[in-house]
Each structure stands twice: as C-alpha cells, then as structure tokens.
C-alpha cells in the first residue's frame, strides 16, 4: 500500500517540476513483475531537459542508486552520482 502511496504521489508531483516520469519498473528478486504486493524494489526513470535519471528505491527503504544518463540507452554517466 505505502508503494502505491508513494508512486501516486509522484505522478502528482510531476507536474510541479520540469521533469517527465518516463517508467516505474516494479521488482521481485531478480525479475520484473506487476503485481504490487510481491515487488521488493523499485526503478523509476525520469526524463529531463538535459538528461535522464534512473532512482532505485528499495520497498519501504530509502533511495539506494541515483544515476544520471546523457543518452536513452542509459550508457553514459552524467553529472552526480549516488549509491
């Protein structure tokens, strides 16, 4: 339910900001599923003017990965980095 609340709140912070939320991926172990309830982690990427950026979040955890990419094959680092 608190990832529901979370992501909910996101898409409806979108708007404030010059960003685009481009994907939420949710995770289980080492595969990707659909179903809320089973995810342990999280990826959302988000699109901006400049670049794109990949936050991982760990279910109920604070954010563990932030990478910041210049392309959409999320191949060259850029700016900040934090894990």
């Not at 089973?38 to 950026?53: N, R, T």
């Not at 760990?58 to 210049?70: M, Q, S, V």
Request: hydrophobic share 45%; glycine share 2%; aromatic share 8%.
């Amino acid at each position: 339910m608190k990832i529901i609340a979370t992501l909910l709140l996101i898409i409806l912070l979108n708007n404030c900001f010059a960003q685009e939320i481009v994907n939420v991926v949710l995770i289980k172990g080492d595969s990707i599923t659909q179903n809320p309830k089973e995810a342990d982690a999280f990826v959302i990427m988000k699109k901006f003017e400049s670049h794109l950026q990949r936050l991982d979040y760990k279910k109920n955890a604070p954010l563990l990965k932030e990478r910041n990419f210049t392309d959409s094959t999320l191949s060259i680092l850029d700016g900040k980095y934090c894990k």
